[in-house]
Structure formats: C-alpha cells, structure tokens
C-alpha cells in the first residue's frame, strides 16, 4: 500500500483543470454544545502545539487528568448561551461569508474558482476541504485564514493542518497561503466603517475600546509578531476614523486591549477585563468597544465581550457600553476577502 493518496480514477486531462480553489478557514466550534462535543473540540484545540507550549508529557497529563474533566461542562454552557436555531454562530457566519464571497467572484467575473470553508479545530475540517478541492480537481489552491493579524496559535497552526494534509498526497497542488491582512487598505476601510456607522447612530464614546483576543506575553518575547499586528490595525484604523470630523475622534480617546486569557502565567497586557473594571472609577462611564481579530462573531465575543466584560464595566459602575459586532458577512468585508484574495487570483 502507498505512503501517498492519488486521484486514479479518471484520466488526467479531465480529471486536472485550471480552476482555483479557495479554502476558507477559520478556528471552529464544538458540533453541538454538549459536555461531549465540547469535551472532544477542547481535546483536539488544546492538544495543538502550537496552542499550548509546554512540555508535551507534562501537559498531556495536566489536559486529560484534569482539564478534560471538569472545563466541557462549564464551556458548554457558554456556548449553549450562544447557539442559535442555526447552531454555532462561527459556523454559521463562515457559511455565510463563503456563499458571499463565492457570489461576488462570479459577478467580478472569475469564474474559474470555487469556494470551501474548513475549521482549523471540528467540523467542516480542513482536511475535508481539501479533499473536497481535490476531488474536483483543483491543483491550484488559495488558503485564507480569516485571522487579519498574523500569531502562530492561529495563523501557524493553519499552516501546519494544511500541510499535514498534503504532505500525504502524490500530486501537491500549486498552493498559495495568505499568512495575514491586518493592513489591507479594503479590511481597514471595512473596520472603519462599522465604527463610524455605530457612531454616527449612538455618539462617541468617553473611549473607544479595541480589544484582541490575548496570547501569552511569552510568544510575543519568543518573537510572534501578533502584539504588534495588533497595535498596527487599531493605528490605521484611528487614523481613518480621524479623517471624519463629525465623529470628533482622536487617538486619546483610543486603547488597544488583550482578552480571554487563562493560566497564571502573563499574557498581553493590558487585559480587557481589568481595563473595563477600572474605567469606572477614572470617571470613565461610556465605551464602546470592537474586536478586530474575529472575522466572525464567536463564544470570545457574543459571550464574552457583549456579557461576561459587560457585566464587569456595569457593576463597576459603568452606565453606557455597546458592542460593535464583527463584520461578519458585511457587504465591505466580503469585498475586503476579495481584495486580498486578487493578488492570487
């Protein structure tokens, strides 16, 4: 038996052809939110790597002897206080924002591409839409994780996925992987925009929060570039802002925060949760906060941001906090995916 899987099936010449495949990729969701399905996603997501950097032993140990057993049930309920009729809102945005894409390449005229979305950890996987690529033939294939700012937890571990999937085919595809877009003019406008648009309806904030998804401060010493990344979409994100007079915005009314971490050890300072806490007794009593680094509205925001921080600014004595959702599926940001896709196109 080969080491190697092939396509035998149909002649060569009409089995290949010159279409490209665009593989859509984002983190991912349990199935169902249920201790087990929980239980099965957390233990795929917290077995990478990448993920965690420790001593493999000595974490395999601490996941399965402790945290396997008792974090599903208390995850499961969170995501139970997400889910929808649609299930999983990751899940169900991505879909959306494939179908999108996939309408708006056909209407700029490229024709010869077909869209897949995969999710790094669970269900549809990344080894599907591959497979799904190369059972129609496709030997050209476009990765795009939806990550604006490159970090190796994300980023690198679609790299990784990818390539342990086709380091077992005969015939590797020309690939082409998009490791970031935190600066694409097109993502920044998009940005931009759902700020402005939020307002220009409710009125500028005492502060303007953006907060990104945390990592430990040890990646960052170890040289990913994320921390950085991050500082960077906010910068150009303001500036544009600061092109609109009417929204009288300026950088000092701007901070960029880390959130959900877990562990004792540091992560990117400062914390979203901490920051929200001590607005209050500033005189700080009415944010808005964004959170540029999800593609699509997930547990980390509909959860978290617009709850768990929620709670945490009010009963510090905040009086006015709204969550400016993802772009989701928004027209600008589909535009946006195009845009950086074009190059590889």
């Not at 201790?35 to 140990?61: G, H, N, Q």
């Not at 086709?166 to 590797?172: A, D, E, P, S, T």
């Not at 050890?265 to 500033?282: C, H, I, R, V």
Request: proline content about 6%; charged content about 25%.
């Amino acid at each position: 038996m080969s080491r190697f899987s092939g396509i035998t099936d149909n002649p060569h010449k009409e089995r290949f052809n010159q279409k490209t495949g665009i593989l859509l990729t984002n983190l991912g969701s349990p199935d169902e939110p249920s201790t087990k399905a929980v239980r099965v996603y957390l233990s795929e997501f917290l077995s990478d790597p990448r993920i965690v950097e420790i001593p493999r032993l000595v974490w395999m140990i601490i996941l399965h002897g402790i945290i396997l057993r008792i974090r599903p049930k208390r995850s499961a309920k969170l995501y139970k206080s997400i889910w929808t009729e649609n299930g999983s809102p990751l899940t169900h945005i991505t879909r959306l924002q494939r179908d999108k894409l996939s309408a708006l390449l056909k209407q700029q005229g490229y024709d010869n591409t077909e869209v897949v979305m995969s999710m790094r950890y669970g269900n549809p996987s990344i080894e599907s839409g591959l497979e799904a690529l190369r059972e129609k033939g496709f030997t050209r294939i476009v990765v795009l994780p939806l990550y604006p700012q490159y970090s190796s937890p994300t980023i690198g571990s679609t790299f990784d996925a990818v390539s342990n999937v086709l380091r077992k085919w005969r015939w590797v595809p020309e690939l082409h992987f998009i490791n970031g877009y935190h600066k694409n003019t097109t993502y920044i406008d998009a940005l931009a925009n759902s700020i402005s648009e939020d307002l220009k309806k409710n009125g500028t904030p005492q502060k303007l929060v953006f907060s990104y998804h945390g990592m430990p401060k040890l990646f960052l010493d170890n040289g990913d570039p994320y921390y950085c990344l991050c500082l960077q979409t906010t910068r150009l994100v303001v500036e544009k802002l600061a092109l609109d007079e009417e929204l009288q915005l300026d950088k000092e009314n701007v901070i960029s925060t880390f959130q959900s971490r877990f562990g004792k050890a540091e992560w990117l300072k400062p914390y979203t949760d901490a920051t929200l806490q001590s607005f209050p007794e500033q005189g700080i009593k009415d944010i808005a906060i964004i959170s540029p680094a999800f593609s699509a509205d997930c547990l980390e925001t509909l959860e978290e941001i617009e709850g768990e921080n929620r709670e945490i600014f009010e009963e510090a004595g905040g009086e006015k906090y709204r969550y400016i959702a993802a772009l989701n599926d928004r027209d600008d940001h589909i535009e946006a995916m195009l845009d950086v896709l074009k190059p590889n196109l």
